[in-house]
């Protein structure tokens, strides 16, 4: 079994941070890319931001430069580190992961159990 448990979200003000972290536990033999999708009430669900293997990084362009996502491959996690938040970036946010389990041929998506963010002053 693998699971993906997501941790850091909570209620901020307009501008201030926080950090999401995802941990990949289980049956996990490799994992190749780790991201992060966020749904707001009433919308579809969106990618935030992506980042493979080799390190390669991806951001939705409403949150370039405020956001950064990062990865411990050592402890199988990723992180996104979220800064001058906005009423925007209101949502649901739900980690996941290329995982190739032991035992299975082929790399297959996991998701995590979502976290609430919510922007409010």
């Known amino acids: 079994q693998v699971q993906l448990v997501t941790s850091g979200g909570g209620l901020v003000q307009p501008g201030g941070s926080l950090r999401l972290s995802c941990a990949a536990s289980g049956s996990t033999f490799s994992i190749n890319a780790m991201g992060w999708y966020r749904q707001a009430p009433g919308k579809q669900r969106e990618l935030v931001a992506t980042i493979s293997g080799g390190g390669n990084i991806v951001y939705v362009d409403s949150v370039k430069g405020r956001f950064t996502i990062s990865r411990d491959n050592a402890k199988n996690m990723v992180y996104l580190a979220m800064n001058n938040l906005n009423f925007e970036d209101t949502a649901v946010y739900f980690c996941?992961?290329?995982?190739?389990?032991?035992?299975?041929?082929?790399?297959?998506?996991?998701w995590g159990q979502g976290t609430q963010v919510t922007v409010s002053s």
């Open positions: 996941y992961a290329e995982i190739m389990a032991y035992g299975r041929g082929t790399l297959e998506g996991y």
